[in-house]
């Protein structure tokens, strides 16, 4: 065996008798030694300097209210429409916006040379995006780097969980410097964050409620004619028709946006636009429910290879998931934590904890989120009256969580967390859709776990369940495809054989449905949308415009009389029983109640005396 010399070793001298035995010479300092040693080792090893910590000095940036009028904001990562009206929003309140171009594979292909390695799909398609158009302004228009640090500023959202998500503006910074852009600013708001990360006094970006209200009005008026697009789309008799109503109903939007008028004005005009296109909705066509990670069932790009695009012209209706339902989750999520942490107050003094929120603040902090989730209701209601969407009704978060809770716990963050589980049961139980399609990235940590795991176990449970994963990998177009057509023959299976259900249990043939559009043409109008009776368009259509056909006058008043008959019967039974439900439970919770209530009057007792300098009484302090 060869034995190699280690060169400049040195060790710890053997103490001497005296420091191993303490009580020989209680003088002695063990420590003076160790500190001299670890002096003479670290001069050795020219390791006495002065430690540098590396600080990121590309974290935190923004810009002044004195560069304002320099500078433009760029906005992209949703839907093409939310982004170009997010871009006449803010333009509204007095900043330049350029919305950039939807992702493409160009853009992957940045992101995957300036990026780390092992990312998840959307961080290389949303990083190299902005990284292509600021090389473009590079390269392609003769800007040096400085001018586009200087004159540009990027964006997003951001948020935390078991996610990349997370590390996205990170991931942003470190392509940015690699891409030779080291010092462009990237401003961050948090998803959570509300009003309250006002970016301070010389800031030039100010998240004022203007601001905020400003984006909400888009993001709901681009969920609007998005759902309008696909319901309408599919059935069009004229190819293209849709979209080129869209295109002029989207630069009406956000031309209101920018000039600050009415967007109900600007909405009743996309209506009736959009009433003047001609469709069939005569045709079974599957209905697929699109759900997965945020991004990919969101973008129309690449990203997801044109997911949307592609179920239509495999003649599907894509019925996707709107961006106010995820405002709806946010909000869910506040007031189920604030009910979970609401006996913890005393102890609670985490970031989003409740301990100094002070006498009352827990209720006013429900009666907010309360607040919060009417004012999105009711303001995607009124935008969608507007435009002509009709019977379209957001989805009950709490309805969702108590579905799928026993199947997935709701404490579970990360994604959409439990709203994957809900909506699969949902679609199946309450014959929403005849297909559900999960997309999501490659290595996607929460959702991939929710698709792959617990969709399996429910698939099982709930007989004629249609339920396929898919993952996108940005160059797995054939594969993708190929996954999704092998599930859509099953769903264009059960979606023809409902229509023949549908006419059967009704006594009508479609020719019979079909003759009675063409005399009545308020039932085949653009805009119309027939009652939900089953999974498909053509079916709800057939149970709704059936009794015209087969049924008098006479009778179908009678029909409608009975039914609200029983209607009103069973409310009248059930109602004595939900009040005395209501009752017990109130009854049962009262002492609870009643000692907290006694709890907050006692400390906002306390509370006046203080602030009038009188000191804290002895039995306030025992409460």
Known sequence: ????????????????????????????????????????????????????????????????????????????????AQDYFVEGGLRG??????????????????????????????????????????????????MTAKQVIDGYVFLTAGACGPCRFGMYVTEYRKALRDAGFDGFRVVLFQQTGGISQATGEESGLEMTPKFFWAIVKALVAGDVLNALGYR??????????????LEKCKKIVHDALETRTNVLVALRKCKTILQGIAVDRTVAKPKVSIIGEFWA?????????????????????????????????????????????MNLRGADKSYYGLGGLGPFGIAQKLMGVTAAEKAIRALFQTFAHAAGLYGYQLPDMFEIAKISHQYYNNDLRGGEGHMEVGKLIMNVVYSKAHMTLSVKPFGCMPSAGVSDGVQTAISEKFPGTIFC?????????????????MYLFKAKQAASAELDRACGEHGVTLDQVRAFLKANPRHAGSLHKAPHAYAGTAADLV??????????????????????????????????????????????????????LKEDVTAYRELRRVKKGAPASVDAAAE
């Open 1 to 80: 065996m060869n034995v190699t010399t280690i060169k400049d070793k040195k060790t710890l001298p053997v103490a001497p008798a005296w420091v191993r035995d303490p009580g020989d010479k209680p003088g002695a300092d063990l420590e003076a030694e160790l500190r001299a040693f670890e002096k003479e080792e670290r001069k050795r090893l020219g390791l006495d300097g002065a430690a540098e910590q590396w600080i990121e000095d590309m974290a935190n940036l923004t810009f002044t209210k004195k560069e304002k009028e320099n500078i433009t904001i760029l906005v992209s990562g949703l839907t093409m």
């Open 93 to 142: 309140v007095g900043y330049h916006v350029q919305a950039l171009d939807c992702p493409d594979v160009a853009a992957l292909q940045y992101g995957k040379e300036f990026g780390n390695r092992g990312q998840c799909n959307p961080t290389y398609f949303t990083v190299g995006n902005l990284v292509k158009f600021l090389c473009t302004l590079r390269d392609k228009h003769g």
């Open 232 to 245: 309408i789309r599919p059935y069009e008799l004229n190819t293209g028709d849709t979209d080129s109503a």
């Open 297 to 341: 069932m969101t973008t129309e790009g690449d990203g997801n290879y044109q997911l949307q695009r592609f179920l239509e012209s495999e003649g599907a209706e894509a019925d996707v998931q709107l961006v106010s339902a995820w405002l709806l989750y946010t909000v869910w999520e506040a007031k189920r934590d604030t009910k979970e942490r």
């Open 469 to 485: 994963p898919v993952e996108t990998s940005g160059d797995g177009r054939v594969n993708f495809y190929s996954r999704v057509q």
């Open 543 to 596: 149970a709704e415009v059936a009794p015209y056909i087969t049924q008098s006058l006479a009778e179908r008043l009678q029909r409608t009389i009975v039914h609200l008959a029983k209607l009103s019967s069973d409310t009248a039974r059930k109602s004595p029983h939900k009040v005395a439900e209501i009752f017990k439970d109130a009854v049962q919770a009262a002492p609870e109640l009643a000692s907290r």
